[in-house]
């Protein structure tokens, strides 16, 4: 037996409606001659008969009562499966992958998924956080669909948008005589006990050029590329660490950490935000950079605020 097609199933559903072949034919434009050997046809298919002929049009036979149901349903599924599928494609819908920087304010974040589920309730997230390097090589791989990522110099890609400028602060314990006043010369930094991230990273490396190009001897005294641990080695073993201002604002508004904007030279960097260049840029990627976007330059602006 060959399979009915989907129209075939329309014209049997609509033959038992009207009872009638002359009424479906004047309803499909069409001869009623065209019909009845589309019905010839279809019960040829089957097998058997579905309808009977009588003088009056047509009707159901035995099999064609037992199979009407199931068709209808069936096809009313097959309807209501469309227009979902039209309002998924008109909605944001599925997962999107984020790749953040550990310095990035957890309470941003929070926003940004508070706004995403009351707007766009269809769309799921996963977050990973970590180094620059990481999230970098995150995008690279298709870990992640967006990333926000800290750039200095010429570094850029071409799907991403710089968010805010990021300045770097000597972060030290409350109290520390080094820290005390509003900026510090980046000479000042010569002897210190510095926590600073390893190789492979961009901002280690724009660090230890500055350096010898000033002829500045830094002291690592210890490498460590997660961010809490280095707080944590500022605030408890007297190490100093060079930080993004907004890494440190809430620790330095509350007085648990003591920082200086670094200066003569100052460092910054940008705080961008990248799409995925080997995923595909879904309509749920882009309502999520543009909520993130939003949610982003909020500290941006706070930090401008405060200068």
Not at 69 to 78: F, I, Q, S, T, Y
Not at 135 to 154: F, H, K, P
């Amino acid at each position: 037996m060959t399979a009915l097609s989907l129209d075939q199933w329309r014209l049997f559903v609509q033959i038992a409606d009207q009872g009638s072949l002359t009424k479906v034919a004047v309803l499909r434009d069409r001869a009623q001659p065209a019909i009845s050997r589309q019905l010839s046809a279809m019960e040829k298919q089957c097998g058997g008969r579905l309808f009977h002929r009588t003088g009056r049009g047509v009707e159901l036979t035995e099999s064609g009562r037992q199979l009407y149901p199931r068709v209808l349903a069936w096809l009313e599924e097959g309807d209501a499966l469309g227009r979902d599928v039209a309002q998924a494609v008109d909605q944001p819908a599925g997962l999107v992958r984020i790749g953040v920087l550990s310095s990035i304010d957890h309470e941003c974040l929070s926003r940004a998924y508070d706004q995403i589920r009351r707007q766009h309730p269809h769309i799921r997230l996963r977050i990973r956080d970590g180094v620059g390097a990481a999230v970098s090589e995150w995008l690279e791989n298709g870990d992640v669909d967006i990333g926000i990522l800290m750039r200095g110099g010429r570094e850029s890609r071409r799907r991403e948008t710089t968010l805010f400028s990021a300045r770097h602060l000597l972060v030290a314990a409350p109290g520390d005589p080094a820290t005390r006043a509003a900026t510090v010369p980046f000479a000042s930094l010569e002897g210190l006990p510095l926590v600073l991230a390893g190789a492979p990273s961009a901002f280690r490396r724009q660090m230890d050029q500055l350096a010898r190009r000033m002829g500045v001897t830094l002291t690592v005294a210890l490498e460590c590329d997660s961010l809490q641990i280095q707080k944590q080695m500022v605030l408890r073993s007297g190490l100093y660490a060079v930080l993004a201002e907004h890494a440190v604002t809430r620790e330095c508004a509350a007085g648990e950490l003591q920082a200086a904007r670094i200066v003569k030279p100052s460092l910054t960097r940008s705080i961008t935000l990248a799409m995925s260049e080997v995923r595909p840029m879904t309509l749920a990627c882009r309502e999520v950079a543009h909520i993130l976007r939003g949610s982003l330059e909020e500290i941006g602006q706070a930090i401008g605020a405060r200068r």
